[in-house]
């Protein structure tokens, strides 16, 4: 990495957005489909079943190192949900915006907190507002609402109202 | 004394004893009317000094703990008044609420409440303390303190200014001089 790399924002990793993303197609032809990326943004849809596989690479061979946000997106009426993972890699300065598509009637999803220990409260919250199961997560229970709570405020079936 | 004429005083353990006893002074005291005689003149010493020495609990919620804590610096400086914050319940006569009670909240506030020791008070800082707020009919957040937890002092604002919670406070030391609680024997 030379010094004009330096001047147009890389970090010292020295991959940008678009490297990474065509890195990841390569190596997932079937799997990640990348829907844009710049320099510091790539922004992609993963298979669920090659989720863990993608997200471990994205840690050993792409310098990720920090889930910044896990969050879901519920379609009512196409009866499926998204899972968000925005995870940045520090080296290279760039953030992935990375989708993964469930069916509702299957909420399940493996979890990537033993990759990275931050998506620990990030999942745990997830599950609290959506009731998206991570299988593998160490402690899957609610984190915000007392335990025994038997609704999910998230979902858009969700009926709003006093309840305490 | 002949034991023989009071067979019970002789069956009583040590702490029944002294329970009995103190019982018995409590209402020899209470119908010679010493117990009103003493409390008259110690009654405002007492109120005197709760109301220059009511520490709140150093224990911030939601945005209104900013003005508690605006209101404990140089520029309001509350200490003056005799708000002095500390951080165990065990040591504080008012509780200040300040910000939304949360279902997950609520047994712990309340615990915290019945570990003050007496006497106490409890003061409500903030729309969400109040009724609930902005958070109002919400899934989480309980409608009010005073759903469970008696409630002395109302401070409305959003969040209230530093001026308006220790005006509040003020309207405590009014409650606490009219009270005028007696004690003597008593606790």
Redesign the interface.
């Known amino acids: 990495m030379g010094k004009l790399a330096q001047r147009e924002g890389l970090g010292p990793g020295g991959k940008t957005g678009e490297v990474i993303a065509q890195t990841l197609v390569e190596k997932f032809p079937q799997d990640v489909k990348i829907t844009k990326a710049t320099q510091n943004r790539v922004f992609a849809t993963v298979n669920k079943p090659a989720w863990l596989n993608v997200a471990a690479f994205m840690k050993d061979a792409l310098d990720f190192d920090h889930v910044t946000a896990v969050s879901g997106v519920d379609w009512l009426e196409e009866k499926k949900m998204w899972v968000v993972y925005h995870i940045t890699s520090y080296a290279n300065r760039v953030t992935a915006e990375l989708i993964v598509e469930l069916p509702r009637d299957q909420l399940e999803i493996d979890s990537i907190s033993n990759l990275w220990g931050g998506a620990n409260w990030h999942e745990r919250e997830t599950y609290d507002m959506y009731g998206i199961v991570f299988l593998g997560h160490p402690r899957m229970e609610r984190i ?3 335990d025994g ?1 038997d ?1 999910f ?1 998230y979902r858009k079936d969700f009926v ?5 | 004394m002949d034991l023989r004429l009071a067979p019970h005083a002789v069956a009583m353990s040590a702490r029944e004893f002294v329970a009995w006893s103190s019982d018995m002074m409590e209402q020899l005291m209470q119908a010679s009317g010493g117990k009103k005689a003493v409390d008259k003149i110690t009654a405002p010493i007492w109120s005197w000094a709760l109301r220059n020495a009511n520490y709140p609990l150093h224990f911030g919620i939601a945005c209104c703990a900013l003005e508690m804590a605006a209101a404990s610096g140089s520029r309001f400086d509350a200490e003056r008044l005799g708000m002095i914050f500390r951080s165990s319940p065990r040591q504080t006569d008012v509780l200040l609420v300040n910000g939304w009670v ?3 909240l ?1 047994p712990d506030l309340r615990r915290l409440y019945e570990q003050m020791a007496e006497p106490r008070w409890v003061v409500a800082m903030g729309e969400c303390a109040i009724s609930g707020g902005p958070w109002y ?7 009010g303190v005073d759903t469970f937890i008696p409630v002395d002092i109302y401070i409305p604002g959003c969040p209230p200014r530093p001026e308006a919670m220790i005006d509040g406070f003020m309207k405590l030391h009014k409650k606490i001089n009219k009270e005028m609680k007696g004690t003597f024997l008593e606790g």
């Not at chain 2, 009919?137 to 409608?143: A, F, G, I, L, P």
């Open positions: 915000l609402t007392p709570t609704y405020p709003g109202g006093r309840r305490v | 949360t279902a997950k609520r009919d919400s899934y989480n957040t309980v409608q």
